[in-house]
């Protein structure tokens, strides 16, 4: 019988309530810095969300697919599920214009996409220790490119926003018009950084396979995730301080072994507390969130860019968004403070999607991709 963490649950909602709290301020020239993403170098809570989300991804393959083998049905059902969820993020690139010619090809659906798709058959078709070796191999062969291989008119290997072998690879093989459009030049989801990302997932594949030794007492698995969570930060800062920065724009090494040891703690900390200890009275909300992740993160990007589209005359004549006016309406009269309007407007979000998704897991409604 396979076994279901609650914990697991809980960090992924946690982990989607933030994400959709940091991707919906009610204004986005005010925001409060720990909400930001790091300008390049560094790392901030919201530079936390995404890798772990990947994180979390790799601990559900290692349960879901625990014990099956990776016979045809099973590796086309994981490729024909890696296709809907990239195909999803298409169209939310797409959306509302559906221009071909200069559609975003990659983003965080499809990055999602690409990881589990490796993830899940690199754990059905290796063992532990070469699950280990490609999860060192992709840390230490991207540091090698990016530090070592020179760039084509740019010059010396470089970490720079532009002219980064990264950057490169996607301006040659994407092209600019469907690259991220923020910076036009470069993709914090390009085809090279997705190497480490997959890190990532693997790296939760190793952590949820370890939870599941039945072998190993309750003590010891907190104790391994603990003891490699603490290298995996040491060596991040190790590898920080030597010259390959933590950064989430080019995914770096280091950042994906803090997010990764970060991303242990987290896990570690939730399972003692609710599968071990019991404590489960507060977990609903993001039980609620978690079970409908994909699902409430491709509608709350979507039902905005639709509510973008409906216009609204403002009292002084001015036609707005409808999300606008809702927000100068109803958010920003009871707020002096700005940021603190724009926070309330991304908590009322937050809030309302907790209602829905309450609403659909009362009535078991779970919808899945």
């Known amino acids: 019988m396979k076994q279901r963490l609650l914990s697991l649950d809980v960090f992924r909602g946690l982990t989607v309530a933030m994400m959709i709290l940091v991707n919906n301020p009610g204004d986005w020239g005010h925001i409060y810095a720990p909400l930001e993403h790091a300008e390049w170098n560094g790392c901030t809570p919201t530079d936390l969300v995404f890798p772990f989300f990947l994180f979390i991804v790799g601990v559900s393959i290692s349960f879901a697919f625990q014990g ?14 890696s296709i809907k969820l990239f195909a999803l993020g298409i169209f939310l690139s797409l959306f509302p214009k559906f221009d071909f010619s200069i559609v975003r090809i990659p983003g ?4 999602i996409a690409i990881v589990f798709l490796v993830s899940a058959i690199v754990f059905l078709t290796t063992k532990q220790r070469t699950q280990q070796i490609i999860f060192a191999s992709l840390l230490i062969g991207y540091w090698l490119l990016m530090t070592f291989v020179p760039v084509p008119d740019a010059g010396a290997a470089n970490l720079e926003p532009e002219h980064n072998l990264g950057a490169y690879l996607d301006r040659l093989l994407l092209g600019v018009p469907h690259l991220y459009k923020a910076v036009k030049v470069w ?14 997932g693997l790296a939760g594949v190793l ?3 370890w939870l599941q030794r039945n072998d190993k007492s309750v003590s010891e698995r907190l104790m391994y995730i603990y003891f490699y969570g603490s290298i995996a930060l040491a060596l991040a800062w190790a590898w920080d301080a030597a010259g390959f920065p933590i950064n989430k724009s ?15 703690f987290f896990l570690a900390g939730f399972y ?19 079970v ?16 973008n589209m ?17 927000y100068q309406s109803f958010i920003v009269p009871f707020f002096s403070e700005p940021k603190n309007a724009s926070l309330a407007g991304a908590i009322t979000f937050v809030l309302i999607w907790l209602g829905i998704l309450w609403a659909m897991y009362e009535k078991k409604i779970i919808v899945k991709v």
Do not use: C, H
């Open 108 to 111: 965080v659906l499809q990055r």
């Open 292 to 307: 409908n992740a994909i699902t409430v993160f491709f509608l709350s990007g979507l039902i905005p860019r639709i509510m």
């Open 310 to 326: 409906i216009k609204v005359e403002m009292p002084d004549g001015e036609k707005v968004s409808s999300i606008t006016w809702l």
């Open 207 to 209: 952590v949820g396979t």
């Open 250 to 264: 080019l995914w770096t090494s280091s950042y994906s072994l803090w997010t990764i040891g970060l991303a242990m």
């Open 187 to 200: 993709d914090p989801e390009g085809i090279l950084s997705t190497l480490p990302a997959i890190a990532n």
């Open 68 to 81: 099956k083998v990776a016979d045809r049905k099973t590796i086309l059902k994981i490729i024909e599920r």
């Open 272 to 290: 003692w507390l609710i599968d071990v200890k019991g404590y489960k009275f507060w977990t609903k909300p993001f039980v609620v969130y978690g």
